[in-house]
């Protein structure tokens, strides 16, 4: 057997290296970090339909992530979709009369929030709600849509 | 007819036989009287044996595995042309099953054949019989320390493995294939979820170092004491853990992805 104290700090390097690459994986590797605490500010809004969201999908304003999807649940009274966001502090200069809608990412990706700033002077608080709203676009309801106009179309001719 | 109806209830009261005693032998371990003070310097000592000396094996592996698999996935999402894709696969796929099981079967493979032959030898030799005459108690002074650092060492080694398996995928990806290496990390960054992911990956670590740990320990205390004995529960430990990391994994994927 060899020197104890040698056998201590190699034992002791192990477990920092351990805690090391949990702590690569937790912030390099998985979102934990961002949006959650003192730094950020709630807000409110209500949608008809909100699609495919989830919470903790983006909130961006022109395409800049500024929070996230920290809720969704019914809200009973009104019958549609509250949904709560988080957004980052730093951003604390949105017109009371921003809206907000909800865009794909890509042809086939996830949905997210776009919040577009209206021209208010004043700002949102922590506790805002968000009044105009845009709900999400199906596919589905898109094409139904276009079904009915081609035949329309037809029966006019 | 009868004498084999005979023998299958035999084998079936010694199996439940052996899963009583590996049981209680498993209780008596844990609760052991806690002496920390002399307690912990064995357990150092142990999770330098089975932690420390394993690091090697564990972080070249996971730098392999983490390259083929970026290769791999690479020449698969290129015919959808969705390279940048990369890193949520390699990451996924590592941090949620090929850390866990991979470490695992290796630490079965290097440091549980080692316990198991350790413990094996010391009561083939009378080691332990005699340290029961010194009124030393081997449970506490031989098992105990090895349990733990098994099951201690077993998610650190996971965490490492996964953390440079990820790093040798981006070697990979990024540095050889020419995948954008913002893509790489935003995507990666998107999919990975830290409760659902790699909190889970931990979860199942937890749950194979105490397999591991307890199966390599039961047959090394349990040996046939003699050098067949020694070298048929070396092998058994291997298989054993093995294949219990294997279903374990099916198991705890299942509960997982059930929203357990």
Redesign the interface.
Known sequence: ?FN?RI??I??GL??L??LG??F???F?????SQYSGAETYQVTAFFDDIGDLKV?APVTISGVRVGEVADIILDPKVMRAKVVLLIDKKEDILPADTSAKILTAGLIGANYISLIPGYDNEIMKDGSVITETQPAIILENLIGQLMYQLKDKKEKK | MLKKIQKLGQIGLDFCHRVGVSGIFLLQTIFRRPRLIRFTPLVMEQIYNVGVLSLAVIVLSGLFIGMVLGLQGFTILQKFSAESQLGQLVALSIVRELGPVITALLFAGRAGSALTAEIGLMQATEQIASMEMMAVDPLWRVIAPRFWAGMISMPVLTVIFSAVAIFGGYAVGVGWLGVDAGQFWSNLQASVDFRLDIVNGIIKSVVFGFICTWIAIYQGYHTVPTAEGIGRATTKTVVYSSLATLCLDFVLTAMMLGGW
Do not use: I, T
């Open positions: 057997m104890k056998l201590e190699v034992v192990f477990m290296a351990g690459a949990l690569v994986l937790a390099k590797m998985s979102s934990l903790r």
